[in-house]
Every structure is written in C-alpha cells, then in structure tokens.
C-alpha cells in the first residue's frame, strides 16, 4: 500500500496539473493490485490529486514529528473510523479507513494512504518518506529501508546528481 501511495502521489502531483489523464491512473492502480476492469473519469482524478497534495505533506516531512502531526490532522479531518472487510468475500479481510466498501477513489486514497504511512511511522519511529535530493526530481519516495539514509528516488537520480557534480567540479 505505501508503494502504491508513493507511485500515486509521484503521479497525481505533477507541475501540469492535467496530468496524468484517467486511463494513466486507472493503469497505475491495476499495476499496484487493484482488480480490473477499471475505468476512471476526471471527476474520479480530481479529488484523488487533492488526496495526493495532502499525502505528500506527510511524505516530505524532515523529521517524525512534522509526518506525524500532518498525519494526525489527515486522519482526523479525511478518514473515518476503523473497520475490517473482505469486500462481500472477493479478498482476504483487512483494515480500511474509508466509510465504505463504495468510497469515492479520493477519499479511499486519503484513507488506505494514511494506514498504510501510520505503519510505517508507527513500526520504525521516522519519517515514512522524503523527497528526492534531485533538483531536476522532486518525487517523494520510501524511507523504510535498512542502511543509511537513502537522499534519491533512485539510482538514475543519485547519478544523474553525481555526474553534474564531477562535470561542475572539472568546470
């Protein structure tokens, strides 16, 4: 769930935002474990971008405190109480946030998101995520690994960065 919440935050918050288009989010959520077919429209896309803007306060924040208070007012104001459901027996039981089984796609996002980032904080006592180091980046992506603490999304990013560096250093 927090891949897939990083994957949509990176998605839904874009510097165009008519960006991504329905059928792009549609496609992340079935590669991410959804059940198909799925078929999205804008007004499905729009409260789920909110959600994403929101999500990545809680991703981007530097420290434990700061990802656990925004975390707190994002459960307290977008989320509902605590139930378990298998979905009518179509899966395993587990935990959901939202109101029900027939959430809107933005307030299931909010919801799903939040359990799954209050885990993380809750399991490992820091900041679920971070934003990349990159200037030319900006994706928010997973802490939650062991070893020192990653500043990339990936390792396209770190030697993107590290190239620029030795280029401006011969400079």
């Known amino acids: 769930m927090a891949e ?3 994957a949509l935050v990176n998605a ?9 288009d329905p059928a792009a989010v549609a496609g992340l959520l079935l590669r991410h ?3 198909g077919p799925l078929t999205l429209t804008e007004a499905d896309v729009a409260p789920m971008r909110s ?3 929101q999500l990545r306060e809680v991703l981007a924040a530097r420290d434990t405190d700061t990802a656990a208070h925004a975390l707190n007012r994002l459960l307290a104001q977008g989320t509902g109480p605590l139930r378990l459901t298998s979905h009518a027996g179509t899966a395993p039981w587990h935990p959901h946030l939202d109101s029900d089984d027939d959430a809107a796609w933005g307030e299931w996002l909010l919801a799903s998101s ?3 980032l209050a885990v993380l904080l809750w399991d490992r006592q ?3 995520g971070a934003v990349c180091a990159s200037v ?4 928010v992506f997973l802490t939650q690994g062991a070893g020192p603490t ?3 999304c990936s390792r396209r990013c770190a030697t993107r960065e590290r190239v620029a560096a030795h280029r401006k250093a011969r400079a």
Do not use: N
């Open 4 to 6: 897939r919440t990083v």
């Open 12 to 20: 839904l918050t874009p510097d165009h935002p008519d960006h991504p």
């Open 33 to 35: 474990g959804e059940r």
């Open 51 to 53: 959600a994403a803007l």
């Open 114 to 116: 939040c359990m799954a």
């Open 126 to 128: 820091r900041p679920p």
């Open 136 to 139: 030319s980046c900006q994706d």
């Open 150 to 152: 990653r500043r990339y």
